[in-house]
């Protein structure tokens, strides 16, 4: 059974890069078929999809945050990251990373890491 | 890309049934049979309760179902719970890679 744990620094400064990981157990983030995906939500508010990567490497990501969001794997701890850039207070929101299924739905999601924008 | 539409919130009590709408366009809920459903509880992740439009996973009770007319994606919760109480959002595959999530509705069990 696939568990996602994500991790963050919690408070970032306005024009900052944040980074975050997402730990992956039960499942090789390189083998077969699997896509995973980072998703975010302010508070009170519904979630955002932000990008997803596939076990080959290839991106996708929201139009509205293509320029600032990197999703990238790393085999040897099997982990996914996401740089996210320039960030503003607009950014403040749950960051959560989440599995693909073969029918394009999430599941399952880790439990996200609170991301605070603030100088 | 604009996010899926949804009713901000709806009621019932134990016993009744509901529906949830969540409206898109021809670029993602109508053109695509991808539209999925998450329940979420105050501070918890999200979980997904309907895929493919219509499919329940195994662990998920069977008076939870979908459907899609168009570009309207619906929820029906039938024999409600006071458990059954949280927010519910739609998402649609959206082509290009792409999914978009709806804004959510607050689903208050009287």
């Known amino acids: 059974q696939v568990q996602l744990q994500e991790s963050g620094p919690g408070l970032v400064k306005p024009s900052e890069t944040v980074s975050l990981t997402c730990s992956v157990s039960?499942?090789?983030?390189?083998?077969?078929?699997?896509?995973w995906s980072w998703i975010r939500q302010p508070a009170g508010k519904g979630p955002e999809w932000i990008g997803r990567?596939?076990?080959?490497?290839?991106?996708s990501y929201t139009p509205s945050l293509k320029s600032r969001a990197t999703i990238s794997l790393h085999t040897s701890k099997n982990q996914i990251s996401l740089r996210l850039s320039s960030v503003t207070a607009a950014d403040t929101a749950v960051y959560y990373c989440?599995?693909?299924?073969?029918?394009?739905?999430?599941?399952?999601w880790g439990q996200g890491t609170l991301v605070i924008v603030s100088s | 890309q604009s996010a899926l539409t949804q009713p901000a919130s709806v009621a019932g009590s134990p016993g009744q049934s509901i529906t949830i709408s969540c409206t898109g366009t021809?670029?993602?809920?109508?053109?695509?049979?991808?539209v999925s459903w998450y329940q979420q509880h105050p501070g918890k992740a999200p979980k997904l309760i309907i895929y493919?439009?219509?499919k329940r996973p195994a662990e998920v009770s069977n008076r939870f179902s979908g459907s899609k007319s168009g570009n309207t994606a619906s929820l029906t919760i039938s024999g409600l719970q006071a458990e059954d109480e949280a927010n519910y959002y739609c998402?649609?595959?959206?082509?290009?890679?792409?999914?978009?999530f709806g804004g959510g509705t607050n689903l208050a069990v009287l």
């Open positions: 021809r670029s993602d809920v109508e053109n695509y049979n991808l």
């Open positions: 990567i596939y076990a080959s490497g290839s991106t």
């Open positions: 989440a599995t693909v299924t073969g029918s394009s739905a999430f599941d399952p």
């Open positions: 998402c649609s595959y959206a082509g290009s890679s792409t999914w978009v």
């Open positions: 493919e439009g219509d």
């Open positions: 039960g499942a090789a983030i390189r083998s077969g078929d699997n896509f």
